[in-house]
């Protein structure tokens, strides 16, 4: 696996979000995650200063680094010009490498994040594909707009979208070109090698809890409404 910290260290969003914390908690008082989360921004900056690589394993493992919004108020704040946020970023991106993100139920969830937003981004250059999003997925949608999408030739025609079609508007068609040239970006920065990782570590833990994974697409599978589904609210709430 190597020095974990030696690998964080390596990373510029870490050595960018941290200078030294005086362990203020300004960045703590300002985190819209912190307010609803078991979460302080101003512990993860504290503990990565640690350089100790058993603390950076328990993060890695942990569901707190996947409770901040990146919302980089914090970076705002500090008066040491830290970026918390960076360094959260920069933990998660570990968390996958090494594979230990499926040792926490917010961990395994990049399952669901993977397969609804990065296989849509690929395969239709949108996050969230108005095809794609199912009412039994986004029950908060509601049956108006399960009625929009079932007569969506016609409505989205009168409210001016281009649904489907070449040229500007929204919901427009993206050429094979953009796509091809988003898949060769995700490619370059490790994007898809985070997609494979995600789905062969997901693999293993599902063998092991006795689950199907199903195949890089499935949205259905024992494995994927579980991670999808699953929330221990109680656990993350803030106390
Ligand atoms: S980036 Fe994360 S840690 Fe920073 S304020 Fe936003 S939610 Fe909190
Ligand atoms: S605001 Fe900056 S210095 Fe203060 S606790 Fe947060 S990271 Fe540390």
């Known amino acids: 696996m190597g020095k974990l910290f030696d690998r964080l260290n390596s990373d510029v969003r870490f050595v960018e979000g941290i200078n030294g914390c005086i362990n203020c908690g300004t ?3 300002i985190c819209p995650a912190a307010e609803v ?9 504290n503990l990565v200063q640690m350089r100790d690589d058993n603390v950076i394993e328990e993060l890695l493992k942990s569901d707190t680094i996947w409770y901040c919004g990146e919302c980089m108020s914090c970076k705002t704040r500090c008066p040491r010009n830290n970026a918390p946020g960076l360094l959260i970023q920069a933990l998660r991106g570990l968390s996958i490498e090494t594979g230990l993100f499926v040792e926490s139920e917010k961990g395994r969830q ?31 949608l509601g049956p108006v707009w399960q009625w ?6 016609k409505v989205l025609a009168k409210v001016g979208a281009n649904y489907n079609g070449s040229g500007p508007g929204a919901m427009r068609k993206i050429s094979k070109e953009n796509l091809d040239e988003l898949e060769k970006i995700f490619e370059v920065t490790g994007g898809l090698d985070w997609f494979d990782k995600i ?7 599902a063998k092991e809890l006795g689950m199907e994974k199903g195949d890089a697409t499935d949205k259905k599978s024992a494995y994927f409404t579980h991670v999808y589904r699953y929330n221990n609210a109680e656990k993350h709430r803030r106390k």
């Open 27 to 29: 960045c703590t008082a």
């Open 37 to 45: 989360y078991d979460y302080e921004p101003r512990t993860i900056a």
């Open 148 to 153: 929009v999408r079932d007569n969506r030739e």
């Open 110 to 140: 990049q399952l669901s994040l993977k397969r609804m937003l990065g296989n849509s981004i690929l395969e239709t250059g949108y996050c969230v594909h108005f095809d794609h999003a199912e009412l039994s997925m986004f029950p908060e």
């Open 199 to 205: 789905e062969d570590v997901s693999a293993q833990k």
